[in-house]
Every structure is written in C-alpha cells, then in structure tokens.
C-alpha cells in the first residue's frame, strides 16, 4: 500500500517524544483537575517567565476554535463586536462560532494588493497579505460613533488579529505597536490568536518577541495543537483576566477540561529547555528548504510567506499526479487549469520529506 506523505497541514502528527513520555510516566498519578494541579501551575510560571509577565492569568484550553469562542465571549458585551480580517479565521473558517456565541464578527478588508503572475521567480503576492492596518481600525471606530444610530447597531468591542495570519504572514513590531495603540486609545482590547505562534516567533523576516506580544495585546494564546502538543492552547491575559469568573465562562463554553493536567504537562514540557522555540525553528528551517526546492525547480510561489506555510501555484493535471503520492491543503481555483495549494511543515518534519516531495514535484 502506497503511504503518502503530508503536507496538508502542522497538526497531522500526534505529539513531541518528550511529551509523550512525559504522558506515560505520570499516566497513574491521581491528579486534581480542572487546572488545579501543580503541572498546570508550573506551566504557567513558566510561560509568565518567558513573556517577563509575572502578573499574568494562564488558562490552558484544548483548541484552537474553542479558544477563540471562548476568549471573545469573555472580552465582550452582548451587544459588541470583533473586529477582524474578511480573512481571519474567526470570520472565515471557524463555521461561525463567533455568531453562535452571540457576537457579529466586524470585518475589515485584509491588506490588499494586485497579484503579479508575470515574474515566476516572485511571489504572486507580497508577505503584508492577510493583515489589517491600525488605519482602517481607527476609521471603523469613527465611523461607528459619528453614525447617530449607533446606540442601535452592534459596538465593536474588541479587535482580533492573527500571528502568523492564515495567510502565513507577519506583522512587525511596529505595526503591532501601532495597532494596540489605537486599541488602547478607545478602551477596546487587542486579541491576538497564537495558534502557530511558535512558527511566526522563529520566523527569519520577524522582529516579534513573546515579549513584545505580552507588552502590546491584552490576550494571546500560545499554540499547542499545531506546535508538538497533542492538543491544548495556553491563554495568556499579561494584565489579568478582564472578568470576575472567569472559570464558569470557561466552562459554559466546554472549554473546561476535567483532567487539566493533560494540558498543563504538555505545556510544561514545552517550555521546558526552550523546547517550544527549538521545534518551531525545525519547521521554519524545513519550509525554507521547500521555498528554495519549489523556486529551483520554476514553480510560482503564491504568498510571500516567511513562515511554515508555502502557498504555491499549480496546473491541475500535475496536482493530480501529485496526488497519488502526497497530502496538501488546498487553498483556491486560480483559474480553469491552475490551483492554489498549501505545504505546511511543522515540528517534525524532516528532510527526507521536502527531498520526498520536491522529488514527486
């Protein structure tokens, strides 16, 4: 039986060794839960260390949409908002989640640009896809309170951006400052989704630290699931969580795991000798690989992305022969006879498998 190799995205392996290991040697511990044991309280020590936010609360929920839902219903009012990208994945693939909880997803027009498909050795696209400008923030939020019928219409509440973007796309230190200062200017909170975190943290083209991050948005989530933890994302409020409760939120959300612990051991193995970011430099040194493979060998690439995402144009006849022998993400038609797929690396991917698959290329 021909047994494919993946690339279709960062969370179709299981876990990091050392996790796993971890997992077996405590396996018969009894162990309070909800997030009450000391491996939780340990992760969390250790996450506020490496952000340099001693102050802050650390909740450790099990993914990356439940966290989302869960974290917005907690920044805001029944009759507010988020405000994100038209491409963020609270508004455009989390089968609205967001609106089921009871809060309208605001949507800004992600950075914009004309693609350019006449010089192959370039990206269709520049690396600022995917993004949103503090400008455009600044005028969705005066233009909502010069409207006279405001007090009738959905309050933007929050804003939510994410690093790496779904795009796989930065944003720098400076637009980051730029964007919370305009949060901070009008009292509303800056959410930022950290699902492949990691990925964007390690990332050549950044100059993002985890403390920069702490420093400049009012919650984050340090990503597990597609970064070598079975599942589990760890939620950090640098100045401490905005509501009173905030366990019986977490609960009505089901985002409450009875045994806690499974996801504060994954955390604290993480951050344990730096794992975390050693991993996540596997993936970026892996998806550069692929990036020179795919230009050597004359495909276009679609994004510019300096993350674990490699977004590349191709016919359809060769994806099909691709098929057989290799899992991608799709990611749209280009055209009748052209297909836009995506090649995720991740914490263990190998270079036997971008020799594999620049090979099936």
């Not at 005066?142 to 994410?162: L, T, W």
Request: hydrophobic share 35%; net charge negative.
């Amino acid at each position: 039986m021909n047994q494919k190799i993946s690339f279709s995205s960062d969370y179709t392996k299981g876990a990091h060794p050392l996790i796993l290991q971890r997992l077996t040697e405590t396996n018969f511990e009894q162990i309070a839960g909800y997030g009450t044991d000391d491996y939780c309280k340990n992760a969390a020590d250790k996450i506020k260390k490496k952000c340099n936010a001693q102050d802050a609360d650390v909740f450790f929920l099990v993914g990356g949409t439940q966290t989302n839902q869960t974290v917005i219903d907690m920044l805001l009012e029944p009759y507010e908002g988020v405000v994100a990208a038209q491409t963020g994945h609270v508004a455009a693939h989390e089968a609205g989640a967001i609106e089921f909880s009871g809060h309208k997803v605001l949507t800004l027009p992600s950075f914009q640009e004309e693609p350019q498909f006449e010089d192959k050795t370039k990206p269709c696209y520049s690396d600022q896809v995917g993004k949103i400008k503090a400008e455009d923030i600044k005028k969705l939020i005066d233009s909502f309170y010069v409207d006279d019928n405001h007090e009738h219409m959905v309050f933007p509440g929050a804003v939510y951006i994410s690093h790496p973007t779904e795009y796989g796309t930065l944003y720098s230190k400076a637009e980051l400052e730029e964007i919370s200062a305009i949060c901070r200017q009008y009292k509303i909170p800056l959410f930022l989704d950290g699902a492949r975190l990691g990925y964007g943290l390690k990332a050549k083209r950044t100059d993002v630290t985890l403390e920069d991050i702490a420093r400049l948005v009012d919650v984050f989530y340090v990503g597990g699931t597609k970064v070598g933890a079975m599942f589990g994302e760890a939620v950090v409020f640098p100045g401490k969580v905005p509501v009173k409760h905030p366990v019986p939120i977490i609960k009505q959300h089901g985002a409450l795991l009875a045994k806690g612990w499974l996801l504060g051991l994954q955390f604290d193995t993480l951050f344990t000798d730096d794992l975390y970011m050693k991993i996540s430099q596997n993936a970026i040194d892996m998806a550069e690989l692929l990036r020179e493979g795919l230009q050597k060998k004359g495909y276009q690439l679609y994004i510019d992305s300096p993350t674990n995402q490699q977004f590349v144009v191709m016919e359809d006849e060769k994806l099909k022969e691709l098929s057989e022998h290799v899992t991608y993400g799709f990611w749209e038609k280009l055209d009748d006879t052209h297909t836009v797929v995506r090649f995720a690396t991740d914490w263990a991917t190998k270079k036997e498998d971008i020799d594999t698959l620049l090979k099936y290329l």
